[in-house]
């Protein structure tokens, strides 16, 4: 059975750091590229970072880039978002999500990350 399970959300102050883990199992981990993702309530889904197989390129979008830091280890089937810097701008659902060929395949079911004073 397929499964995501993203963990590491909660409640931070502006300026604060948290660390995502979305941990894999049920399929071949190492095959898939990994992203992360964020949504609001009335906002689409936002790409925020990714990552491919083997770990040896990534990509952030512009809101994010130089405070987030996106990693996996395959042996533990495991992709990971360091957040620092946070912004009240940061607070939304984080998912990870699975990527094979262009489209996601698997999704996680997500963990709340709010950044208030």
């Known amino acids: 059975q397929v499964s995501l399970v993203e963990s590491g959300g909660g409640l931070v102050q502006p300026g604060g750091s948290l660390r995502l883990s979305c941990a894999a199992s049920?399929?071949?981990?190492?095959?898939?590229?990994m992203n992360w993702y964020r949504q609001t309530p009335g906002k689409e889904r936002e790409l925020v970072a990714r990552?491919?197989?083997?770990?040896?390129?990534?990509n952030y979008a512009d809101s994010v880039k130089g405070r987030f830091t996106i990693s996996r280890d395959n042996a533990k089937s495991t992709v990971y978002l360091q957040m620092n810097s946070l912004k009240p701008e940061d607070t939304a659902v984080y998912y990870c999500?699975?990527?094979?060929?262009?489209?996601?395949?698997?999704w996680g079911q997500g963990t709340q990350v709010t950044v208030s004073s």
């Open positions: 999500g699975a990527v094979y060929q262009w489209s996601v395949s698997y």
């Open positions: 049920g399929f071949s981990f190492r095959d898939y590229n």
């Open positions: 990552i491919t197989r083997a770990g040896d390129s990534t």
